[in-house]
């Protein structure tokens, strides 16, 4: 009788190791026991923009929306160690922002960046620093930064959501 190499043998049911993998283990390290590392930093550079770009505070006369995310820099891993999951995050975030608002019969414009400079699983309650600024001083690109200042909780949320995600990978 001839042997079928093992690339053509038919598939069996999964052997003992491979069943005790769960969503904290891989093949080799079996009941997560081991240290293991997961790299999630191209997960972050992907899903951050997703979630942060075209924020839009909406106000009478106007609106003040972040126009795109500029860079993601910094690490995101999970690690897992006797069976516990730990994610590690350690992020700096630039965003660009765009608003315009009716200044009589004009409509002006204004824009600026929001940087994130520290988003990392140290920050207590998930409450990063947001930093807003503006490319101009005339009174209102100054308004408009100020209305800007209404995008926080969202970004704030969406973080958060970012986390969630990343806690679930």
């Known amino acids: 009788m001839e042997s079928q190499p093992p690339s053509a043998a038919p598939r069996t049911s999964p052997t003992p190791a491979q ?12 009941n997560a026991w081991h240290w293991e590392e997961r790299p999630q930093t191209l997960f972050a550079k992907e899903r951050i923009p ?3 770009t075209d924020l ?23 690690n897992i160690r006797k069976q516990k999951k730990m994610v590690n995050y350690e992020l700096n ?4 922002w765009e608003g315009e608002m009716k200044v009589g019969e004009d409509t002006k ?5 929001v940087r994130l400079p520290y988003v ?4 207590e309650d998930g409450q990063y620093n947001i930093e807003i600024t503006c490319d101009g001083s005339e009174p209102h690109q100054q308004a408009l930064r100020q209305k800007m200042e209404g995008v926080r909780p969202a970004v704030l ?3 958060a959501d970012f986390v969630a995600e ?3 990978r």
């Open 56 to 78: 839009r505070v909406d106000f009478e006369g106007g609106y003040c929306k972040i126009s795109r995310v500029d860079t993601v820099e910094g690490d995101a891993t999970i």
């Open 19 to 30: 069943q005790h993998v769960s969503s904290t283990s891989s093949a080799w390290n079996v």
């Open 93 to 96: 975030v630039t965003c660009s």
């Open 50 to 52: 997703q979630l942060l």
């Open 120 to 123: 990392c699983e140290d920050v």
């Open 166 to 168: 990343l806690a679930s």
């Open 109 to 113: 414009k204004a824009f600026g960046k």
């Open 157 to 159: 949320a969406k973080l």
